[in-house]
């Protein structure tokens, strides 16, 4: 079904450059991503594959839409080009939505939320990085992991993926990836109450009084705080 001459989508597809279409930038960031974070993570059992798998999952379907098809714009076209009726949707600028949805002018790279963006995968990946390096020490060595981010939370690399996705989410939002990401939280929580199982079985009361003392998720800020002060003295 084709799409009418006189709608803001037909016109801006007749008339106007088109960014997308772009198959191998997204095969090629998707493999960046994708790849960089096996480096860090390095799947080694059936758990850690679904949680890095799903991580894969949204990578991919992140830059489909931001290089491929802009599916969002497409069934939102509507109403975008109604209350924009000057901007050209299929520009790369107005896949920033959060940007373009709160009327802001110039680059969007250059705005806020997109720095802030960066700064949330950034600090997803050396959160990925440092957790992997203290997970593979530890298991090699039979030992739960207690040190560096595992002092402060039980499950840093689910954290990791969660900055790293909600960076983008914050760059670059989609209907598909919006909608996955609620998803995805639900599933890491339930794969982590799955490896706290298994830890408890392996390590007994040693995990026990481990998972008494930190956070699942969030960290006590505060109280990690106090013990490096405490052990300073």
């Known amino acids: 079904m084709g799409t009418r001459p006189d709608s803001p989508w037909g016109t801006t597809m007749n008339s106007a450059p088109n960014d997308y279409g772009l198959w191998g930038l997204v095969f090629l960031n998707s493999v960046i991503f994708v790849g960089f974070a096996y480096s860090f993570f390095k799947p080694a059992n059936l758990r850690d594959w679904r949680s890095f798998g799903a991580y894969g999952a949204f990578i991919v ?71 992997w390096h203290v997970l593979y020490h530890a298991q090699r060595r039979h030992e739960l992991a207690k040190t560096g981010p595992y002092r402060l939370v039980r499950h840093p690399q689910y954290i990791g993926f969660v900055a790293i996705m909600f960076g983008f989410l914050l760059q670059w939002p989609t209907m598909l990836t919006l909608g996955m990401f609620p998803a995805l939280l639900v599933m890491y929580v339930r794969l982590a109450i799955s490896e706290e199982r298994d830890s408890e079985q392996a390590f007994g009361e040693a995990w026990r009084e481990y998972a008494k003392a930190t956070p699942r998720f969030i960290p006590n800020l505060f109280k990690a705080s106090h013990a490096r002060q405490a052990g300073g003295h």
């Open 61 to 131: 379907a992140l830059f489909a839409e931001m290089y491929g098809f802009p599916l969002t714009i497409y069934l939102l076209s509507g109403w975008l080009g109604t209350k924009f009726p000057g901007v050209n949707l299929l520009e790369h600028d107005a896949g920033h939505l959060w940007w373009l949805i709160t009327g802001r002018h110039g680059n969007p790279h250059f705005g806020a939320l997109h720095i802030l963006s960066f700064a949330f995968i950034f600090a997803g990946f050396t959160l990925l990085s440092k957790a």
